[in-house]
């Protein structure tokens, strides 16, 4: 057990959950706040920014170590690990709902 946000005041709900190994892992919650447990570290979130939709999902990049987070726009923001792009700034037909990456 590495720890939880369950002694902690959210101030959004967490929404998604990734791992760099088997020692640790990160929570995002919707503003893009990031909780790293064990030994995931802290690269960075979106925690005090102003987001035009709110973070859905987490995936982890095996090659780098870092993560990405997306919003149900489209959004992607990149911590440690590279930006490939996004569709942020595309009208969708219906809301991104997770991300995922491949080993």
């Known amino acids: ?15 998604g959950i990734a791992s760099p190994d088997a020692k640790g892992y990160w929570l995002v919650a919707s503003d893009g706040g990031i909780f790293a447990f064990g030994d995931a570290p802290f690269y960075g979130s979106t925690g005090d ?3 035009n939709k709110p ?3 987490l ?3 095996p090659a780098t170590g870092g993560y990405w987070m997306v919003a149900s726009d489209g959004g992607v923001f990149s911590f440690h690990t590279p930006f490939y792009g996004s569709t942020g700034d595309v009208a969708l037909k219906q809301p991104i709902v997770g991300i995922a990456s491949a080993a």
Do not use: Q
Not at 1 to 15: D, R, W
């Open 55 to 57: 973070i859905v999902g």
């Open 59 to 61: 995936a982890e990049n």
């Open 49 to 51: 920014m102003t987001l």
């Open 1 to 15: 057990f590495y720890g939880s946000t369950g002694n902690m005041t959210l101030s959004k709900p967490i929404v």
